[in-house]
């Protein structure tokens, strides 16, 4: 296998050359020009390709993960089939800013979505509320299935446990660090997003099996103090800066508007959820069971 690394191959060329299955590690290829090539299967993490320019490329069957388009335009494509989530503003098909239909859809099929968007404390604990009996529900549905398939990927996703155990990490990111000032508030089970940077003083343990009990009293333990911190909140603490925590970890080191933590607590209840209805759903089909 041809492999390189911190290497600069800026302005280098190639011709006739066979690179298949080579790794690069830390090479600089800026202004490299790939004309007639297959890469077919290829495998690209952790690759800036910011203005880059794609000419008539078959992106058939591709997977993107935690990538940034912002600005990208796409032109003369044929987009047949294809399954979008992600953080999306802006995006305009035709001219046409899609993002208020698709809003006013979701918000159609799932009412209670609107009010995950609070502007005041009252609001932010009516939301609390919606999320602990939904999760109730969506934990009942994930206890009626063999204990094994809660250790299962769907389509790559994260399996129920994981998500539970990334909750925590949640929790413990914006709350417990970000709004309570401690600055290792981390659990061992703590999942961080899988775009993180491992950080020394953040744990990812991507092969521990806790038990759905075992993460789900995890999860009882931070959402009491999410609660608690819902329950004394008030209009002016929302519009208040977090004082920052000056030792490593995550969130950086800075000052956050709380209403930005706290929003971001709502957001990854609300969307976790969707995703573990989502991929309950298709176990429950491997089992032939129903809803």
């Known amino acids: 296998m041809t492999e390189f690394k911190q290497?600069?191959?800026?302005?280098?060329?190639f011709e006739e050359l066979s690179l298949k299955e080579a790794a690069f590690h830390q090479v600089d290829l800026g202004g490299a020009r790939f004309d007639d090539v297959n890469l077919g299967g290829v495998e690209i993490r952790n690759v800036n390709l910011k203005g880059a320019h794609l000419d008539d490329v078959n992106l058939s069957g591709l997977r993107i993960e935690n990538a940034n388009l912002t600005g990208a335009t796409i032109r003369g494509a044929a987009v047949v089939d294809v399954s979008i989530d992600g953080e999306i503003r802006n995006l305009r098909v035709w001219g046409v800013d899609v993002v208020p239909l698709i809003d006013a859809e979701l918000n159609r099929r799932y009412p209670d979505r609107v009010k995950?968007?609070?502007?005041?404390?009252a609001g932010y604990?009516?939301?609390?509320?919606?999320?602990?009996?939904?999760?109730?529900?969506?934990?009942?549905?994930?206890?009626?299935?063999?204990?094994?398939?809660?250790?299962?990927?769907?389509?790559?996703?994260?399996?129920?446990?994981?998500?539970?155990?990334h909750l925590v990490f949640a929790t413990d990111a914006w709350v417990r660090r970000a709004v309570l000032g401690d600055p290792a508030p981390w659990d061992p089970l703590d999942l961080p997003h899988d775009e993180m940077h491992d950080?020394?003083?953040?744990?990812?343990?991507?092969?521990?099996?806790?038990?759905?009990?075992?993460?789900?009293?995890?999860?009882?333990?931070?959402?009491?103090?999410?609660?608690?911190?819902?329950?004394?909140l008030t209009d002016e603490?929302?519009?208040?800066?977090?004082?920052?925590?000056?030792?490593?970890?995550?969130?950086?080191?800075?000052?956050?508007?709380?209403?930005?933590?706290?929003?971001?607590?709502?957001?990854?209840?609300?969307e976790h959820r969707m995703y573990a209805e989502r991929?309950?759903?298709?176990?429950r089909e491997t089992v032939g069971g129903s809803s």
């Open 7 to 13: 290497q600069n191959l800026a302005g280098s060329r």
């Open 116 to 121: 995950m968007s609070p502007t005041d404390a």
């Open 125 to 165: 604990r009516e939301a609390l509320d919606i999320l602990e009996r939904l999760w109730t529900e969506t934990v009942d549905r994930a206890r009626a299935l063999p204990p094994e398939l809660l250790y299962e990927r769907v389509d790559g996703e994260w399996s129920f446990i994981e998500t539970q155990r």
């Open 199 to 232: 950080l020394p003083s953040v744990p990812r343990d991507r092969d521990v099996r806790p038990s759905l009990d075992e993460v789900l009293a995890l999860r009882a333990d931070r959402m009491a103090t999410v609660r608690a911190v819902f329950d004394e």
């Open 237 to 270: 603490r929302l519009t208040q800066l977090t004082e920052p925590v000056l030792e490593p970890g995550y969130p950086a080191s800075k000052s956050y508007l709380v209403a930005e933590c706290l929003g971001c607590i709502l957001s990854e209840e609300w």
């Open 279 to 283: 991929d309950l759903a298709v176990l």
